[in-house]
């Protein structure tokens, strides 16, 4: 397994749309391992392809208790249903170092997707789950967090991140 480097926004990769996976075959289990493990070492609950500059319909996802590992890999995923009720949750994002979002979103979710194994799988899921879900299913079409929240709000958190990347940013990149 490998570390990849995670991209943080402003960046035009994180807004493009990805393909569609053809076949969970071992490319993709090690693209999704590797997530995995970028994922937990940043630390984080969920990540997206993109996030790793990688333009397949891949999302990692792992809400367990900190200490616990539960781990979920969605290829294809696809919403079937959504609850009328929503939920607001205070989001955060891989992409965004620390800058924080309260989003509304569906409050339960059905979703359809092929698993580490190829197999097509469907699961109910709410609350947290749902959430992340939702979340990194955005990134898949190059939809940000910021993209639900009011400009204002919108406009802030991305001065101050590009305010972060030039700070970061080693001399002469
Ligand atoms: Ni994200």
Known sequence: MALLSIVKAPDPILKKKCYRVDTVDDDIRRLMDDMLETMYAAPGIGLA?????????????????????DPLCLANPELLDVSDESNLHEEGCLSFPDQYAEVVRPERIRVRFLDYHN??????????????IQHEMDHLDGILFVDHISMLKRSMILRKMTKQKKAGAPAGA
């Open 49 to 69: 392809a993109p996030q790793v500059a990688v333009h397949r319909r891949v999302i990692v996802i792992d809400v367990s208790p900190t200490g616990e590992r």
């Open 119 to 132: 197999e097509i799988r469907e699961i109910e899921a709410g609350g947290l789950l749902a959430t992340c």
